[in-house]
Structure formats: structure tokens, C-alpha cells
């Protein structure tokens, strides 16, 4: 098992990043709270989960041990693959999603894209008494200059992440006329909302 990775940041979107340590790029999968955490800096130290498959060898990552904490514990959720649990953590960041497991909130979870209703009470009820606040989550957010850049990251994202590109770039458009300002992973998680 792989703790943690430390090197240089070769890439970075908001649903991967490539990091390279001692001459191994290594792809990781992330969420859009670890893409906030690392947008801007060149070198890094990020968690591990690995996920062998008949097919594949995945490797998911996390800027903090307590995001991978809440994937483990929404993977261990009967119906709740590794890549739902991205999506989870990529529409509600992990202190909001705490809330919302505390606060037995069917209605946010029932807004990620691939949660349904049953799902949801399941995530509820299994870990409702699994959850506890968790200090030192980090939600930092950064702006891309370009409004085009961010709209092109964000399309080629929710792409990533399933969604029909035409679809994608419509509700992209509409989140930037209506709010230009917004960081990329801003308009990625009110874009999965809409959806």
C-alpha cells in the first residue's frame, strides 16, 4: 500500500494530476478540493488509495489524510464506487459533506450526479455515526486569469467525470455569463449542480 507521494507537480487538471518522484510519474486521481489545494504550486506531498480491478490499477489522491478518511469511508457504502466518492467530494467539499451526513441531508446528496435517493439514505445511515468533524480541511480557492482557460478546464473535466461535452459547455457558458469571476472549480461544482 501507497501512503503518500512527494514530488514534482508535472500536471494538474481538476479531476487528475500526474506527479513525478524519483524519476516515476505517477497519474492520480483527485478530487476538486485536492485540485484547489494543489492549483499554483510545483512540488508536492499527496495521500494515496490505491484500487486494483481485474482491469486496473488505480490511484486516487488527496491533499489531506482526512479527505481520503471520508473516500474510504463512502466506498465502504454498499452501491458507492471509487469514482462516485470523487464525485461526492468533487460537488460538496469534505467539510460540507460532514454537515450534511450530520445533518441527514438527503437533498444535497441526492444533487451529485449518480446519487439517487436510495443511495443517499444508505450513505446517511451508514455513516452517520462514522463522521465527526475533522480539523484542518482546507478549502482554498484560485482563479485562472482567462476566462476561456477556465471555461475549457472545466468543460474538459465534467467530461472527464461522464458528462456529454455539449451539455458540459452549455451549463460552463451559463455559469460564466452569469459569473465571471468564478475559479475553475467553482464553475465545475455549480456546473455538477446543474447537471
Given at each position: ?90 460537488s460538496l467539499?469534505?467539510s ?11 437533498t444535497?446528496?441526492?444533487a ?84
Open positions: 500500500m501507497i501512503e503518500y507521494i512527494k514530488g514534482e507537480i508535472v500536471e494538474l487538471t481538476p479531476t487528475r494530476m500526474i506527479i513525478e518522484c524519483a524519476g516515476i510519474g505517477y497519474e492520480l486521481n483527485i478530487s476538486l478540493n485536492t485540485y484547489s489545494y494543489y492549483n499554483g504550486k510545483q512540488t508536492g506531498k499527496i495521500y494515496v488509495y490505491e484500487v486494483i480491478r481485474e482491469d486496473a490499477h488505480l490511484l486516487f489522491g488527496f491533499a489531506e489524510k482526512a479527505e481520503r478518511e471520508l473516500f474510504l469511508m463512502l466506498t465502504s457504502v454498499s452501491g458507492v464506487g471509487p469514482n462516485t466518492a470523487r464525485m461526492i467530494l468533487s467539499p469534505p460540507e459533506l460532514i454537515q450534511v451526513i450530520a445533518n441527514k441531508n438527503e444535497a446528496l441526492t451529485v450526479k449518480g446519487i439517487g435517493l436510495k443511495t443517499a439514505q444508505r450513505i446517511l445511515v451508514d455513516l452517520r455515526n462514522k463522521v465527526k468533524p475533522i480539523e484542518g480541511i482546507t478549502t482554498g480557492t484560485t482563479t485562472i486569469a482567462e476566462s476561456g482557460a477556465i471555461a475549457e478546464e472545466a468543460v474538459a473535466a465534467l467530461v472527464m467525470l461522464g458528462f456529454q461535452k455539449a451539455a458540459s459547455q452549455k451549463a460552463v457558458t451559463t455559469i460564466l455569463k452569469g459569473s465571471p469571476a468564478l475559479a475553475v472549480e467553482q464553475v465545475i461544482k455549480t456546473a455538477l449542480r446543474m447537471l
